[in-house]
């Protein structure tokens, strides 16, 4: 744990955070200042409440950070949540924020003919592979996913892969690059995660942390 802090919160860069910081005022979190200046190239700040500390980390890392006990809370997306599924892991609150969903798209010259009911193997390329796989196992279809972390819309114009699953918000990247939806995955928001050990051990100061944010989710 980051030693200057009883309790460590993780929260992701980007546009997640943004959407966050009414949501932790609200909770009675103050940041130091600099932590919402993208320039400052710090990852660690202290908060008007003693001894709780916030790590800034990549989207991605945040469900890491926790279960791994380098945090004890953090907010990540459902998708990150999905994708790593680490039992250590509690994710007792949908905080509202973030919201997107997880697609399946592919080339429009080939997508307004295609039946994804009909597919039995399909090549995907995808930052999520995990959550890829365990959602066409499903429903019987094989999934060869190739790992990318971003650019994913040249996959099928560079015959790296014909389709592709990806955030999608506005939708407006995949027209520009050609693609349409053809299969919804999932809906996708923001999620307090808890680490389980920490619940464990430390139930009532855990639990306050998690009573507090749901009080700011309800407006409370």
Same mark, same amino acid.
């Given at each position: 744990?980051?030693?200057? %802090?009883?309790?460590?919160?993780?929260?992701?860069?980007?546009?997640?955070? =943004?959407?966050?910081?009414?949501?932790?005022?609200?909770?009675?979190?103050?940041?130091?200042?600099?932590?919402?200046?993208?320039?400052?190239?710090?990852?660690? %700040?202290?908060?008007?409440?003693?001894?709780?500390?916030?790590?800034?980390?990549?989207? %991605?890392?945040?469900?890491?950070?926790?279960? %791994?006990?380098?945090?004890?809370?953090?907010?990540?997306?459902?998708?990150? #949540?999905?994708?790593?599924?680490?039992?250590?892991?509690?994710?007792?609150?949908?905080?509202?924020?973030?919201?997107?969903?997880?697609? #399946?798209?592919?080339?429009?010259?080939?997508?307004?003919?295609?039946?994804?009911?009909?597919?039995?193997?399909?090549?995907?390329?995808?930052?999520?592979?995990?959550?890829?796989?365990?959602?066409?196992?499903?429903?019987?279809?094989?999934?060869?996913?190739? =790992?990318?972390?971003?650019?994913?819309?040249?996959?099928?114009?560079?015959?790296?892969?014909?389709?592709?699953?990806?955030? #999608?918000?506005?939708?407006?990247?995949?027209?520009?690059?050609?693609?349409?939806?053809?299969?919804?995955?999932?809906?996708?928001?923001?999620?307090?995660?808890?680490?389980?050990?920490?619940?464990?051990?430390?139930?009532? #100061?855990?639990?306050?942390?998690?009573?507090?944010?749901?009080?700011?989710?309800?407006?409370?």
């Amino acid at each position: 744990m980051t030693k200057n %802090f009883d309790i460590v919160l993780a929260l992701p860069k980007g546009r997640i955070l =943004k959407e966050a910081m009414p949501l932790l005022a609200r909770a009675g979190i103050e940041p130091e200042a600099g932590f919402d200046d993208e320039q400052d190239r710090r990852l660690t %700040f202290a908060t008007n409440v003693e001894g709780l500390g916030i790590i800034r980390v990549r989207s %991605f890392d945040v469900a890491t950070f926790v279960a %791994f006990g380098a945090a004890h809370l953090g907010i990540a997306g459902s998708d990150v #949540v999905m994708e790593f599924d680490y039992p250590e892991n509690y994710s007792p609150l949908d905080l509202g924020i973030g919201k997107c969903r997880i697609m #399946v798209a592919e080339p429009a010259d080939i997508g307004m003919d295609d039946d994804p009911s009909r597919w039995s193997h399909v090549s995907v390329a995808t930052k999520y592979p995990e959550l890829t796989k365990r959602h066409f196992a499903a429903r019987g279809v094989q999934a060869e996913c190739i =790992k990318l972390n971003g650019a994913m819309e040249l996959a099928p114009k560079l015959g790296l892969a014909r389709r592709i699953v990806d955030l #999608v918000d506005t939708g407006k990247t995949l027209k520009d690059n050609g693609l349409i939806e053809v299969e919804h995955i999932a809906d996708i928001s923001s999620r307090l995660v808890v680490n389980r050990a920490g619940l464990k051990t430390r139930p009532e #100061v855990m639990g306050g942390w998690i009573q507090r944010i749901r009080e700011a989710v309800n407006g409370d």
